[in-house]
């Protein structure tokens, strides 16, 4: 007989595994077992709760987008003013816990994945809906075309995310959100109305 109040506990280390095991391989090319052991759990129970390799990989990323997004929300509750907005957007996004080697496996492989699940390309769509209203929401009052800024902005924070998260080198996640502000900045000057 199952225990009682152990699924949750069980699926969040399940999630957790598969982050640490992605990270470790870099790649999808894992298999559930290796996810389960990891976890310390039967495959038979991921299977369960998940259903498969893809399903846990999703459910996994629905948890880092649901983090990404409480961190976003909590910086911008303490943001004063458009222009604070745009640099907790972007503080958020280049967070520690979001920075890790690991975590950008992640999104490396989520954003493959997009190309062949229809389910994978849905939540990319939804984060990157979600980014591109929260910058123009900030860009609003500050510049005279806000969705083509927050386009732009919004793929300059995507492509240095990759970027430094896939550098060689240990990167500081501070370095990529100075070089994200700094963009914003000239952005700023360039179109302000």
């Known amino acids: 007989m199952p225990k009682v109040g152990m699924e949750p506990i069980r699926r969040e280390a399940l999630i957790q595994a598969t982050i640490a095991e992605i990270g470790a391989k870099g790649t999808l090319d894992i298999t559930v077992s290796a996810i389960a052991r990891r976890a310390g759990v039967s495959p038979a129970l991921a299977h369960h709760y998940f259903g498969g390799?893809?399903?846990l990989f999703l459910s996994t990323m629905r948890h880092i987008l649901s983090v990404y997004g409480a961190d976003v929300r909590e910086a911008l509750r303490g943001a004063q003013g458009r222009q604070a907005r745009l640099?907790?957007?972007?503080?958020?996004?280049?967070?520690?816990?979001?920075?890790r080697r690991e975590v950008v496996s992640a999104w490396m492989n989520f954003y493959a994945l997009a190309l062949s699940s229809g389910e994978a390309a849905r939540l990319l769509s939804v984060y990157q809906r979600?980014?591109?209203?929260?910058?123009r929401h900030a860009l609003r009052p500050l510049v005279a075309d806000p969705a083509a800024a927050a386009e732009r902005i919004a793929a300059m924070i995507d492509g240095l995310y990759l970027r430094e998260g896939l550098a060689p080198r240990e990167t500081e996640h501070r370095h990529a959100a100075d070089l994200a502000m700094t963009h914003i900045q000239l952005e700023?000057?360039?179109s302000a109305q």
């Open 188 to 190: 700023l000057k360039g």
């Open 87 to 99: 640099e907790a957007i972007v503080l958020a996004g280049f967070a520690p816990g979001h920075f």
């Open 130 to 135: 979600r980014l591109r209203a929260n910058l």
């Open 53 to 55: 390799k893809e399903q």
